[in-house]
């Protein structure tokens, strides 16, 4: 066991008798959203994650210590902003330990505490990915070296929009980390269903899924995966409405000279001011559909474990 690590007594009860786990982040609390939307939120996915019979480990750094599992009061707490959090990635997780300090774990980050605490399923919202006009900033998400090394997989509705999928998508296959498309053969995109973009892999099933993800760790072979998960029909946002938006958006950060770190949360919150908030509704419901369908996997996993186990 991680000496800097806390992991809940549901969580760890849950793991003793191999109960599902699902692992959630904490960026999407404290960067992602407003409040109280954002606790509301929390608790939503949460909720999603208990309903399919798994168990919800929202991790942060709290006070020098790798959470995994909250609280209502550290859930609250992170929400609200009075432990002033940044964004903790690889790069940040040590700094933050050190000086007791508090962080909102990234996709990254919260993979690595997730692996460190043995759960292999993740959902959020959108992975991090090629950011629009790398080929001049090289401003290129951790996420993705995390899922090229990191045994954890990410359930998710794509990259963010945000982003440059096609470079996304490439950097992923060059890393030899599986893409895989949850009953789809095209990478949603977000706040859309469509990129125009084919993904690898499509499975129709939880099982399947779960099988998959078996395979690849029991071959030795490193890394996570990318489960992609369409947002619902009724959700998804016109991708021309959505694609103005984001270029307004892009547009905007550039004159301001927004850069690093608060890129990504600076264009999610204008993105959702230009569509009149309905952005943030369709984030808000595909997090509640990748956290069903993570936990769907989970069980499918550790019914796997135990059937080899026998």
Not at 115 to 133: K, N, Q
Request: net charge negative; hydrophobic share 45%; aromatic share 4%.
């Amino acid at each position: 066991m991680n000496h800097f690590l806390d992991i809940s007594e549901e969580v760890a009860d849950a793991q003793h008798v191999r109960m599902p786990v699902v692992a959630l982040e904490s960026t999407i609390i404290t960067h992602g959203m407003p409040w109280p939307q954002n606790l509301e939120t929390a608790l939503k996915v949460e909720e999603a994650v208990r309903s399919e019979g798994a168990i919800p480990a929202t991790i942060a750094v709290m006070h020098g210590r790798l959470k995994v599992g909250l609280t209502m009061d550290e859930l609250t707490q992170l929400a609200n902003g009075s432990l002033a959090p940044t964004k903790a990635s690889r790069r940040d997780i040590p700094f933050l330990v050190a000086r007791k300090g508090n962080g909102a774990t990234t996709v990254a980050g919260t993979m690595i505490v997730a692996r460190m605490a043995g759960i292999r399923l993740f959902a959020t919202g959108g992975i991090g990915g090629v950011h629009r006009g790398a080929e001049r900033t090289w401003d290129i998400s951790a996420d993705l070296e995390e899922l090229a090394s990191t045994d954890v997989a990410v359930v998710c509705a794509g990259a963010k929009a945000i982003l440059d999928l096609p470079k996304t998508l490439e950097y992923l296959e060059t890393k030899g980390v599986p893409v895989i498309g949850y009953r789809t053969t095209e990478l949603p995109a977000f706040y859309s269903r469509e990129s125009g973009l084919k993904v690898p892999i499509r499975a129709e099933s939880a099982e399947e899924i779960a099988s998959l993800l078996r395979a690849k760790w029991l071959l030795g072979l490193s890394g996570g995966a990318v489960i992609t998960n369409p947002i619902s029909p009724e959700h998804a946002m016109p991708k021309a409405i959505i694609d103005k938006a984001i270029a307004t958006a892009l547009e905007e950060c550039s004159a301001k000279g927004v850069q690093g770190a608060e890129v990504t949360p600076y264009l999610l919150a204008r993105v959702a001011e230009l569509t009149g908030g309905d952005s943030l509704a369709s984030n808000i419901e595909l997090v509640i559909s990748n956290a069903h369908l993570a936990s769907k996997i989970a069980k499918e996993y550790e019914n796997l474990r135990a059937l080899e186990s026998d």
